[in-house]
């Protein structure tokens, strides 16, 4: 094995010594765990260049100490007696030694820092029923064909499977065939060529913002809007502009007229859920054509539509306005996927692809392939089909639990489509009691740049079975 220690001629300290020390230290903060087999005392003498006596004199001082255990016959070990919890040993301070001075950090890094405050996912405690995590529920996905698939291309082998990919813009079965899915699901007007395949949208919309946003570019953004955009522009420096929604969507009228880029979810704004009407989706697509702003249009779960005939999207309907569509698989299928896209215009191909190899090369080919073949084969398709029909069921018993419980006490946004809903309480006597009663509610508040609506929230009902929502509503009710 290689030693994880060193030793040094240069100090006065027997090497024997700083042998000891090294693995006494180590040992106590917990770099070697219990059990764990030490080298023998020929192979470390040959790798610190030492004799081997002066390896077994410090190897008998960590026994006699009770750090080391020699079983006769087997070997050497950490002692398996050892407290769990690692100590970490006294050091004495260095006296006179000047402090290392702070690193000074980049622009962008500072731009992170109000930003700190986001929550990070961690899961619930065991009794909590959460209506704030996002993301689909996995007991319908058809892993037995998606490992199907991968097994597939990993006995095939081809060349090009595990090497560096030609260009950034994603494997070429992958994006014909989506092409042709969005073509007939969505209404997209594109080809192979004008497709980006990324690690996720989030990826996606990094790579807007490094390819279109300039430091002190005016970037509007819906009021309220996905966190995670907004916090990517303001990285990239852009001075954020909220626009307010109403039913029908961003407000058009509302937008400044100095904007570069404008970000929307007009299939299904987030969080309010209100669907883009045709009409101010073609005022977007004037506007943003004599202004020559860009539109990025995040499509990120239109595939579950309960009610009503979806729209096309916006790059559908697009003729002279630049429309830069960003899409994901996290929801239809599951976050780890990490593949996202976007569908671009022709002249913006090659500069995101530049942006793509120069970040990250590319994505991992072997996802992919498979992927090509789950929705070339039509598994992609039947397994939305399917869940569309498992979280309408889903939706329609919260909508039933939260009427029958609160009655004309609660209002509720954006239904028609997605994953989650908004729900309004007229007093804040809900969000004390979740909290008592075991039920995670997600606040609507940091999603808003203007003042947020008294008592608002999101509530996903698509990872929680029928039993556990009824449940989540009745232990809200009290």
């Given at each position: 094995?290689?030693?994880?220690?060193?030793?040094?001629?240069?100090?006065?300290?027997?090497?024997?010594?700083?042998?000891?020390?090294?693995?006494?230290?180590?040992?106590?903060?917990g770099r070697f765990a219990r059990g764990d087999r030490m080298p023998s005392t020929r192979e470390l003498a040959a790798a610190l260049r030492v004799s081997r006596a002066t390896v077994a004199a410090a190897y008998e001082q960590l026994i006699a100490e009770g750090y080391l255990d020699a079983q006769h016959g087997s070997g050497t070990f950490v002692c398996r007696d050892?407290?769990?919890?690692?100590?970490?040993?006294?050091?004495?301070?260095?006296?006179?030694?000047?402090?290392?001075?702070?690193?000074?950090?980049?622009?962008?890094?500072?731009?992170?820092?109000?930003?700190?405050?986001?929550?990070?996912?961690?899961?619930?405690?065991?009794?909590?029923?959460?209506?704030?995590?996002?993301?689909?529920?996995?007991?319908?996905?058809?892993?037995?064909?998606?490992?199907?698939?991968?097994?597939?291309?990993?006995?095939?082998?081809?060349?090009?499977?595990?090497?560096?990919?030609?260009?950034?813009?994603?494997?070429?079965?992958?994006?014909?065939?989506?092409?042709?899915?969005?073509?007939?699901?969505?209404?997209?007007?594109?080809?192979?060529?004008?497709?980006?395949?990324?690690?996720?949208?989030?990826?996606?919309?990094?790579?807007?913002?490094?390819?279109?946003?300039?430091?002190?570019?005016?970037?509007?953004?819906?009021?309220?809007?996905?966190?995670?955009?907004?916090?990517?522009?303001?990285?990239?420096?852009?001075?954020?502009?909220?626009?307010?929604?109403?039913?029908?969507?961003?407000?058009?009228?509302?937008?400044?007229?100095?904007?570069?880029?404008?970000?929307?979810?007009?299939?299904?704004?987030?969080?309010?859920?209100?669907?883009?009407?045709?009409?101010?989706?073609?005022?977007?697509?004037?506007?943003?054509?004599?202004?020559?702003?860009?539109?990025?249009?995040?499509?990120?779960?239109?595939?579950?539509?309960?009610?009503?005939?979806?729209?096309?999207?916006?790059?559908?309907?697009?003729?002279?306005?630049?429309?830069?569509?960003?899409?994901?698989?996290?929801?239809?299928?599951?976050?780890?996927?990490?593949?996202?896209?976007?569908?671009?215009?022709?002249?913006?191909?090659?500069?995101?692809?530049?942006?793509?190899?120069?970040?990250?090369?590319?994505?991992?080919?072997?996802?992919?392939?498979?992927?090509?073949?789950?929705?070339?084969?039509?598994?992609?398709?039947?397994?939305?089909?399917?869940?569309?029909?498992?979280?309408?069921?889903?939706?329609?018993?919260?909508?039933?639990?939260?009427?029958?419980?609160?009655?004309?006490?609660?209002?509720?946004?954006?239904?028609?489509?997605?994953?989650?809903?908004?729900?309004?309480?007229?007093?804040?006597?809900?969000?004390?009691?979740?909290?008592?009663?075991?039920?995670?509610?997600?606040?609507?508040?940091?999603?808003?740049?203007?003042?947020?609506?008294?008592?608002?929230?999101?509530?996903?009902?698509?990872?929680?079975?029928?039993?556990?929502?009824?449940?989540?509503?009745?232990?809200?009710?009290?």
């Open positions: 094995m290689r030693t994880p220690i060193v030793v040094n001629r240069r100090l006065p300290i027997p090497l024997h010594r700083q042998i000891y020390e090294e693995w006494r230290t180590g040992i106590l903060e050892l407290p769990d919890s690692p100590v970490k040993p006294a050091r004495p301070a260095a006296a006179g030694k000047p402090a290392r001075p702070p690193v000074r950090l980049s622009a962008f890094a500072r731009r992170l820092a109000p930003m700190a405050g986001t929550p990070p996912r961690t899961p619930s405690r065991p009794g909590v029923l959460n209506l704030s995590t996002d993301g689909p529920t996995f007991e319908q996905f058809p892993f037995g064909i998606w490992r199907r698939l991968v097994r597939r291309h990993l006995q095939v082998q081809g060349p090009g499977l595990f090497q560096y990919a030609s260009a950034g813009t994603g494997h070429a079965a992958l994006r014909e065939t989506l092409a042709a899915y969005l073509s007939r699901s969505r209404a997209l007007r594109c080809q192979a060529d004008q497709i980006v395949i990324a690690g996720g949208s989030q990826q996606a919309l990094d790579l807007c913002v490094r390819v279109l946003v300039d430091a002190g570019d005016e970037v509007a953004v819906e009021d309220p809007s996905y966190a995670g955009a907004r916090q990517l522009f303001a990285a990239g420096g852009a001075r954020i502009r909220p626009v307010k929604v109403d039913r029908d969507g961003l407000v058009v009228a509302a937008l400044p007229p100095s904007a570069r880029l404008v970000y929307i979810t007009p299939s299904h704004q987030f969080p309010t859920g209100a669907s883009m009407s045709l009409t101010r989706r073609l005022e977007l697509l004037e506007w943003a054509r004599v202004r020559g702003a860009v539109i990025v249009e995040d499509d990120y779960d239109s595939e579950y539509r309960y009610s009503g005939a979806p729209l096309p999207a916006l790059q559908g309907l697009s003729h002279a306005a630049p429309v830069v569509y960003v899409g994901t698989f996290s929801n239809v299928m599951f976050p780890g996927l990490r593949l996202g896209y976007l569908v671009l215009p022709p002249d913006l191909v090659e500069p995101f692809a530049r942006a793509k190899w120069l970040a990250d090369r590319h994505t991992a080919h072997l996802e992919q392939a498979a992927l090509a073949d789950f929705i070339g084969e039509g598994h992609l398709e039947r397994h939305i089909r399917r869940m569309r029909r498992v979280y309408k069921q889903r939706r329609d018993v919260l909508l039933e639990a939260l009427d029958r419980a609160f009655g004309t006490r609660v209002t509720v946004l954006g239904d028609a489509a997605g994953m989650h809903l908004v729900v309004r309480f007229d007093s804040g006597a809900v969000a004390a009691r979740a909290a008592r009663v075991g039920v995670e509610l997600a606040s609507t508040r940091p999603y808003y740049a203007a003042e947020a609506p008294a008592h608002e929230f999101i509530v996903r009902f698509s990872g929680l079975s029928e039993r556990a929502i009824r449940e989540a509503v009745k232990r809200l009710a009290g």
